[in-house]
């Protein structure tokens, strides 16, 4: 029996079940994906998130970086080629890496984890 079930292995999922699991609670981690797994979107980690991950899980290791490691921001440009700059220091990540990480110190941290697990609603 769980207090909490928390679905999906992502950041956010992976914080909730960890800050649960500290104040007590019995957790429940779910994910419909093997981990590692393959992830379709960005890999950039904006100073903020990169404090919040830190101060949670400890230092972001080397090995869940990309070369470059470092980003200095984006640049998007739109259908009249016009470029729009966003300069905000990152890191770029392999999301596949950054995320098993992340459930690796959850696992560590006292929450049960099940990949390749479905959630149904009835």
């Not at 903020?48 to 200095?72: A, M, Q, Y």
């Not at 739109?78 to 992340?102: M, P, Q, T, V």
């Amino acid at each position: 029996m769980y207090d909490v079930i928390v679905i999906g292995a992502g950041p956010a999922g992976c914080m909730a079940a960890k800050r649960l699991a500290r104040t007590g609670y019995k957790v429940l981690l779910v994910e419909k994906m093997q981990v590692p797994r393959e992830k379709s979107c960005s890999g950039i980690l904006i100073e903020r998130s990169i404090d919040l991950v830190e101060n949670e899980f400890g230092k972001i290791p080397d090995t869940v970086l990309c070369s470059p490691s470092v980003t200095k921001g984006i640049i998007i440009y739109n259908e009249e080629n016009l470029s729009f700059k966003f300069e905000s220091k990152g890191l770029n990540i392999w999301r596949s890496a950054f995320d098993h990480w992340l459930t690796l110190q959850v696992i560590d941290n006292g929450v049960e984890f099940r990949p390749s697990t479905l959630a149904l609603s009835l």
